[in-house]
């Protein structure tokens, strides 16, 4: 298993993924902004075998750093690697010395708040009508990163 930077010739995969996993996903031109022209953007992918099974996006601003995208191949969901991925960036954060972790997600979306909350995160606010596909709303979650790290 490894973690390492996104780059532009893993995009094919990553958004295949993407569409695969959200309702309303990225585009390859939506990645290719992140990689190449937003200076606040790290991205990862996790790799089992050689071959790309999640990837997961995050943007450094200064103390706070904010989880833009995560996301687990359906087939090895379950096995520890979202967990892995959130773990990786948020000791990355801190070498950045960031102080907060913070994210949207859907709140129907047990899995992935169930994995939050696993690390520490809570619940700090509910944004109405967050996502334009169909108007549901968002927990914003937040995590203080020197508290256990
Ligand atoms: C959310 C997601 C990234 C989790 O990845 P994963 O690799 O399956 O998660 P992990 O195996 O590391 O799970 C870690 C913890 O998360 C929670 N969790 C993950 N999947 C769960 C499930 N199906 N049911 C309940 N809890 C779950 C558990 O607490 C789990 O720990 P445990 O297995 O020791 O009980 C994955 O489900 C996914 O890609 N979902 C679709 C995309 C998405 O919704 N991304 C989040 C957008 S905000």
């Not at 773990?87 to 129907?108: F, G, P």
Request: charged share 25%; aromatic share 14%.
């Amino acid at each position: 298993m490894l973690i390492r930077r996104m780059d532009i010739n893993d995009l094919e995969r990553v958004v295949s993924l993407e569409q695969q996993l959200f309702s309303s996903s990225w585009s390859y031109a939506d990645f290719l902004y992140e990689l190449l022209e937003n200076d606040f953007s790290f991205n990862y992918v996790i790799e089992k075998d050689g071959f790309i099974v999640g990837y997961i996006g995050v943007w450094f601003m200064y103390e706070q750093a904010q989880i833009t995208t995560i996301g687990v191949d359906p087939c090895y969901q379950r096995q520890g690697l979202g967990k892995e991925m959130m773990e990786t960036v948020m000791e990355i954060a801190q070498r950045n010395q960031c102080e907060t972790m913070s994210l949207e997600v859907r709140v129907s979306n047990f899995k992935a708040i169930s994995l939050y909350e696993s690390l520490g995160f809570h619940k700090e606010a509910i944004r109405k009508n967050y996502y334009q596909d169909n108007q549901e709303d968002a927990y914003l979650m937040i995590k203080r990163l020197e508290e256990s790290m």
